[in-house]
């Protein structure tokens, strides 16, 4: 018989006692699984190293709630901004590519965020050297509608579904209009597999989208710090075109573009590649510039994430993984105590062991062997629990805080959890095993 | 020879740091294959003598010489593989491990010595001993008798050339003592066994054709053919 198939003897004799004991470990170690798992889904989600443009553009307010509301779909829009803006943005010399984003409704169905927007989108790289692919068209017409890989997977809708989107923060507040999915995104493993992307004109053309005119009068004068009638001047002609088709129809065919707005512009810089370096220095000094006037904020969503991951989750990381350390530890002290306890009574056993031949290192080694393998034992099976949490949760995290998690997950910190439970139990089945060592196997035989 | 003590002397200190002679044996000697009961009164020395012969205890002076080799000069270790390859043991309370099953406690007498664990040697043995069919019970799933049964068939596992028997039939049923005696002696001329069997029973000792007897106080082998 090996010294294992002995060690495993001795675990089965006190299965109670040892199957607590794993349970202990294994807690132990799924807790450490479901933190290192946790990391690393945020790190994936908000450690943004790519990003396919330089700079997102939006009202002033925070970068970081900017950056989570137009790159992660987490947060509400901060305020909008005039067409008119998307239209001078578009224009500047040193821009390669502006593209409107408009957000704030969800899905009636899984309240997946909408994101209005128009079909160049699709033909920009969402991360450096990634396209998007599709399964179906491109949203080019007024009512058309892409969804992301996640969206089709929860709701199960598919090319030709209709749905009906909800008003931003207004559950009861269905909008009529209908969209029909025209492509399915394949999986990109950004927050886009979790978005709807609907075409801007449908996304302006819902009822009670198009901004009152006198109030955007008001908006658009104080953003760009005019008075009312000098916006009025500059939209003469297409105010006087809606007037008429008021007049005459009753309504106006085409929304003015006073009456447009988006939350925020995807930018991407002229690119020279004799200067690699200059598309950057022309996002720094756009960002500059905005700074000093109007009422808008241009920010690389690159940093505002990296002072999120360093000053918070990274702290909450680190304390995440101390704490788990430390039950790690009662796990393993639970482990001494159990074989500790028991050595009372396994004296004789070990005397007769003693008697039959083995060793002093032998029955050391056993008693260790049984440390290793409640920790082992105990180890596997918390990494099973761990992912078997994940994969149970992940469904309830997607749904609550929008971060994507595959439930087949792996970080490869994991492969350190069963060298570090070896070491443990050596340390733990030490003393223990050292008891083993000491006993006197006469005293022992005859007691 | 198989066995040979000579000058054999251990004592123990009392907690009033008195010195207690346990054992003072000039010479002893078993011879291949021989069968000797050894008697003397509870209290001594005889489990301390197995001890001794076994390589549990050392001596405080003298020499245990077993198979030709001078066991008192090996170190700790040496000593214990010497026990696990040479020498077999049935104890008075059988002391089978309980998590073991009958199979199991067989193979645990063969698993500390070099040589392969022999799985049919420990099954064969198992059925000449009767239990063939308990071959996956646990000790407390076997009789008293059965138990002891199993216990000579782990002493007999790895082969050995000397067998020390301590008491084996103290904590069998009258009716049972006579069958395991007859087993032991029985399995050590089949095997060429040396047997070193340990008593107090005088009836049992009548029974071997050497009997060496353990005075009690002064500690001196006495042998009568």
């Known amino acids: 018989m090996s010294l294992i198939s002995i060690a495993f003897k001795s675990i089965r004799q006190r299965a109670l006692a040892s199957t607590l004991t794993a349970f202990s470990v294994a807690l132990g170690t799924s807790l ?20 396919g443009y330089d700079l997102v553009i939006g009202p002033k307010g925070s970068e970081l709630e900017l950056v989570l509301n137009t790159v992660y779909r987490m947060a509400p829009p901060i305020e909008n901004l005039p067409w008119r803006y998307y239209e001078e943005v578009k224009a500047d010399k040193n821009i390669a590519v502006a593209i409107p984003v408009a957000l704030g409704d969800s899905t009636e169905i899984g309240g997946f965020p909408i994101l209005g927007t128009v079909v160049e989108y699709f033909f920009n790289e969402y991360a450096h050297g990634k396209k998007f692919q599709i399964d179906g068209e491109w949203p080019s017409h007024k009512w058309d509608a892409v969804i992301g890989s996640h969206v089709a997977r929860v709701n199960g809708w598919k090319v030709g579904d209709p749905f009906h989107m909800v008003h931003a923060g207004q559950a009861d507040h269905v909008h009529k209009e209908e969209f029909t999915i025209v492509g399915i995104l394949k999986p990109t493993g950004t927050p886009n597999d979790r978005t709807v992307f609907v075409n801007l004109n449908g996304f302006f ?17 104080e953003f760009f710090g005019e008075t009312p009638e000098q916006v009025r001047q500059f939209h003469a002609r297409e105010l006087a075109q809606y007037q008429k088709e008021v007049k005459e129809y009753g309504h106006a065919h085409t929304l003015p573009m006073l009456q447009k707005e988006v939350t925020s512009i995807l930018v991407k810089m002229k690119f020279d590649p004799k200067n690699p370096t200059l598309s950057q220095s022309r996002a720094i000094g756009f960002s500059a510039r905005l700074k000093e006037g109007f009422k808008a904020q241009a920010v690389n969503p690159i940093r505002p994430m990296q002072r999120l991951m360093d000053k918070l989750v990274g702290n909450i990381r680190i304390l ?38 083995a060793d002093r290192m032998t029955v050391f ?20 629990m761990g992912h078997g949490l994940i994969m149970l949760a992940g469904p309830v995290i997607t749904a609550r805080s929008g971060l994507l998690i595959d439930p087949f997950i792996f970080d490869p910190q994991e492969l350190i959890i069963i060298p570090a439970m070896i070491i443990l139990a050596s340390l733990v089945g030490f003393i223990p095993g050292l008891t083993a060592y000491r006993t006197d196997v006469a005293e022992n035989l005859s007691s | 020879m198989s066995l040979e003590l000579k000058n054999i002397k251990k004592s123990y200190r009392e907690p009033d740091g008195n010195i207690l002679p346990i054992l003072d044996i000039e010479h002893f000697q078993v011879g291949q294959a021989e069968q000797i009961a050894l008697v003397g009164s509870s209290g001594g020395g005889k489990t301390t003598l197995l001890n001794v012969i076994s390589g549990i205890t050392t001596p ?24 696990a390859e040479r020498i077999g043991f049935v104890f ?35 059925e000449k001993m009767g239990l063939g069919k308990r071959l996956s019970h646990r000790p407390s799933q076997l009789s008293v008798g059965e ?30 003592q006579d069958t395991i005696l ?24 009548e029974k071997f054709d050497r009997v060496a007897r353990l005075k009690d106080f002064n500690a001196v082998l006495q042998t009568t053919a």
């Open chain 1, 32 to 51: 450490m699984i479901a933190v290192l798992i946790a990391n690393t889904i945020v790190t994936r989600a908000f450690d943004l190293q790519e990003f």
């Open chain 1, 205 to 221: 053309a819902i009822d009670g989208h198009e901004k009152p005119i006198d109030e955007a009068i008001a908006r658009e004068a």
């Open chain 1, 320 to 357: 995440l993984m101390y704490l788990t350390g430390l039950i790690i530890l009662v796990s393993g002290v639970g482990i001494f105590v159990s074989i500790y306890n028991s050595m009372a009574d396994r004296k004789k056993e070990i005397a007769i062991m003693r008697a039959l031949g």
């Open chain 1, 365 to 384: 080694s056993i008693i260790l062997a049984e440390s290793v393998a409640l920790c082992v034992i105990g180890g596997l099976s918390g990494i099973v």
């Open chain 2, 60 to 83: 405080d002076s003298g020499q245990v010489i077993i198979d030709g080799n001078e066991i008192t000069r090996l170190p700790e270790a040496g000593r214990d593989r010497f026990r």
């Open chain 2, 92 to 126: 008075q309370t059988f002391n089978l491990l309980t998590a073991f099953t009958a199979l199991e406690n067989v193979l645990l007498g063969m698993s500390f010595s070099r040589g392969k664990v022999d799985k049919q040697l420990a099954i064969d043995l198992l």
């Open chain 2, 147 to 176: 138990q002891q049964r199993v216990a000579i068939a782990r002493s007999l596992a790895n082969r050995p050339s000397l067998l020390l028997a301590d008491e084996p039939t103290a904590s069998v049923d009258p009716a049972n």
């Open chain 2, 182 to 205: 007859k087993l032991i002696r029985d399995m050590c001329q089949e095997f060429g066994v040396s047997l070193l069997l340990v008593t107090h029973a005088m009836e049992i000792a």
